[in-house]
């Protein structure tokens, strides 16, 4: 799953300083003495949705139409079961015996060289290709059929042995013409099941594989009893199937499914209010049965501050919200010829549950524990599982950009390269060495960002901070908000620098990373909802102030 995290954009505006090729100051023509340059090094704006374009962030945050809020989707697809894994068609091996009933004996032995036909026989067993499951009939894909009939009488014997349960492609039952077959010898044959059909369905009962058979005997003298009989063997191996028809009932396994929302990864210590955020899931089904989608436990923890927060709903839930208790039905497939998945969706929000409480912590890890049952409590032997059936489930967590935040701490580690004034730039890393860089921001996002850096060498030691004297600084201030609609009224201007002697310079030429720590708060008065919009836009100033003794 992809994911942006929600302040990345908001920082990245931040960053358009870009890059200076600091060896380009050799063409600028100084006298060998102590003067004081400024270069303007940038003068831009940069609207809100311009950001997001650069960032290619469009799929996750969005505008809808008539209005310029943004929204911020977090979308993640899991597989929940799938047919193809769980479902296979074991072999079977049907094994029994026609045999002479006492009623069947004829009272003196038959002459030799005439016949006796015996009354038809259906012969079942029970036969359950899927457990907690009554099914009416399996569509092979796969399979081969092998038939053995040993001849136990005293007489020859042929007949006609019809395989109920086995239906060729234009469902006909497969039918075998046994061939005159002497004392103790068999008679063997085979089929391939591929296209065919595996009936089990006999009058009201299910799992029952049937076989009828018609014998005549040929006698060679010899008397009939009820000794006699034809061990008749069908086996059905190799088998793959298209679709599983009848009922099942069964509770899936399924594991937990975890969510992991980036947007709070590095929070810290934060107070969230979050207004009207959506949870969604689509449940994409292509299973031709019903099918019912139970939550057992649904939490949220912010592992940075370990708040967690159990999700339940609140109210009357109206129709098709997500029950975190009791069952939830998910439509399914109802053509059994179809491969296309059906799609259903329940949803959470600060109405039917305490969705804002549980986003207001921050979570960056959600536990779900689900469980899904198949079936129902009718007597309906038409359901299906199609080879290619699916379960997926969508969570879509979809967060507006309004609402408010306090203390959000936002970190990251950089590279850096400092550059080498000496070299580069020609100037003397002496008590004459001062540096300022000045920024000038007009904001029109209703967001306060502070900020402090730490440099770090190759070890990870801390060799300075950016800001000497403080622990942070106010970089950007919020624009002004009206406080009706929480939406920017005008832009906030705001003037900053950072000042650099040779002291300071020395600390940190050896630097290679630095760690950027933001905290964001949302601006206007104490418990102010703020609105963040696609016209909002932030212009940077920013210009680069130098006074040292120029090597000769």
């Known amino acids: 799953m992809r994911r942006t995290k929600l302040i990345i954009p908001l920082v990245g505006m931040l960053t358009m300083v870009g890059c200076y090729d600091f060896s380009n100051f050799d063409n600028i023509k100084v006298e060998p003495f102590s003067p004081r340059v400024v270069f303007p090094?940038?003068?831009?704006?940069?609207?809100?949705?311009?950001?997001?374009?650069?960032?290619?962030?469009?799929?996750?945050?969005?505008?809808?139409?008539?209005?310029?809020?943004?929204?911020?989707?977090?979308?993640?697809?899991?597989?929940?079961?799938?047919?193809?894994?769980?479902y296979s068609i074991p072999d079977f091996t049907f094994s029994d015996a026609f045999s002479v009933d006492a009623s069947e004996v004829p009272p003196l032995p038959v002459p030799s060289g005439q016949t006796l036909t015996l009354p038809s026989k259906s012969l079942t067993q029970t036969y359950a290709p899927i457990a907690d499951g009554e099914i009416k009939s399996v569509k092979l894909s796969a399979g081969t059929l092998s038939i053995r009939i040993v001849n136990n009488f005293q007489n020859s014997i042929s007949g006609t042995l019809v395989i109920n349960s086995l239906l060729d492609e234009t469902?006909?039952?497969?039918?075998?013409?046994?061939?005159?077959?002497?004392?103790?010898?068999?008679?063997?044959?085979?089929?391939?099941?591929?296209?065919?059909?595996?009936?089990?369905?006999v009058g009201s009962s299910y799992n029952t594989f049937q076989i009828t058979a018609d014998l005549t005997v040929h006698s060679l003298g010899n008397p009939i009893s009820t000794n006699d009989n034809a061990a008749i063997e069908v086996s059905i191996n190799g088998l793959?199937?298209?679709?599983?028809?009848?009922?099942?009932?069964?509770?899936?396994?399924?594991?937990?499914?975890?969510?992991?929302?980036?947007?709070?990864?590095?929070?810290?210590?934060?107070?969230?209010?979050?207004?009207?955020?959506?949870?969604?899931?689509?449940?994409?089904?292509?299973?031709?049965?019903?099918i019912a989608f139970n939550i057992i436990n649904f939490d949220g923890t912010n592992t940075n501050t370990n708040e967690q927060v159990s999700m339940v709903n609140e109210g009357t839930p109206p129709s098709n919200s997500l029950l975190l208790t009791g069952s939830n039905a998910i439509d399914f497939v109802t053509n059994i010829l179809s491969a296309d998945p059906v799609h259903d969706?329940?949803?959470?929000?600060?109405?039917?549950?305490?969705?804002?409480?549980?986003?207001?912590?921050?979570?960056?890890?959600?536990?779900?524990?689900?469980?899904?049952?198949?079936?129902?409590?009718?007597d309906n032997h038409d359901?299906?599982?199609?080879?290619?059936?699916e379960l997926n489930l969508i969570n879509?967590?979809?967060?507006?950009?309004?609402?408010?935040?306090?203390?959000?701490?936002?970190?990251?580690?950089?590279?850096?390269?400092?550059?080498?004034?000496?070299?580069?730039?020609?100037?003397?890393?002496?008590?004459?060495?001062?540096?300022?860089?000045?920024?000038?921001?007009?904001?029109?996002?209703?967001?306060?960002?502070?900020?402090?850096?730490?440099?770090?060498?190759?070890?990870?030691?801390?060799?300075?901070?950016l800001y000497d004297n403080t622990n942070e600084q106010l970089i950007i201030k919020s624009s002004t908000i009206n406080p009706a609609?929480?939406?920017?009224?005008?832009?906030?201007?705001?003037?900053?620098?950072?000042?650099?002697?040779?002291?300071?310079?020395?600390?940190?030429?050896?630097?290679?990373?630095?760690?950027?720590?933001?905290?964001?708060?949302?601006?206007?008065?104490?418990?102010?909802?703020?609105?963040?919009?696609?016209?909002?836009?932030?212009?940077?100033?920013?210009?680069?102030?130098?006074?040292?003794?120029?090597?000769?």
């Open 396 to 465: 879509e967590i979809e967060i507006p950009l309004a609402g408010r935040i306090n203390n959000l701490v936002v970190s990251d580690t950089i590279d850096v390269e400092i550059p080498d004034i000496e070299n580069d730039l020609n100037i003397a890393s002496d008590n004459n060495l001062h540096v300022k860089l000045k920024f000038k921001f007009e904001n029109g996002i209703p967001l306060d960002i502070y900020f402090q850096g730490v440099f770090l060498d190759d070890n990870n030691t801390e060799l300075a901070n």
């Open 171 to 201: 469902g006909n039952p497969l039918t075998f013409i046994i061939p005159e077959t002497f004392p103790s010898q068999e008679y063997n044959d085979n089929a391939q099941l591929a296209n065919g059909t595996v009936y089990l369905q």
């Open 485 to 552: 609609t929480g939406r920017t009224q005008s832009p906030s201007i705001q003037y900053s620098s950072i000042e650099f002697d040779n002291v300071k310079y020395e600390k940190i030429k050896n630097a290679t990373k630095m760690i950027m720590r933001y905290r964001i708060e949302s601006g206007g008065g104490i418990g102010q909802n703020v609105v963040i919009e696609s016209t909002n836009s932030i212009t940077a100033h920013l210009s680069f102030d130098f006074e040292g003794t120029v090597k000769p």
């Open 240 to 290: 793959d199937f298209e679709y599983i028809q009848g009922k099942i009932n069964s509770i899936l396994p399924l594991d937990d499914i975890n969510l992991d929302l980036g947007t709070f990864e590095n929070s810290y210590d934060a107070d969230f209010y979050i207004s009207e955020p959506k949870l969604t899931m689509i449940f994409e089904n292509s299973f031709g049965i019903p």
């Open 383 to 389: 359901f299906f599982i199609r080879k290619s059936s």
């Open 345 to 378: 969706s329940l949803y959470l929000d600060q109405d039917n549950s305490n969705l804002e409480d549980f986003l207001n912590i921050a979570p960056n890890r959600i536990l779900i524990k689900p469980t899904v049952t198949l079936g129902d409590a009718t």
């Open 41 to 86: 090094l940038v003068n831009s704006s940069v609207t809100f949705d311009e950001v997001l374009e650069q960032a290619d962030s469009s799929s996750l945050i969005y505008t809808k139409p008539g209005d310029n809020k943004y929204y911020v989707s977090f979308r993640d697809t899991i597989a929940l079961y799938d047919a193809l894994s769980n």
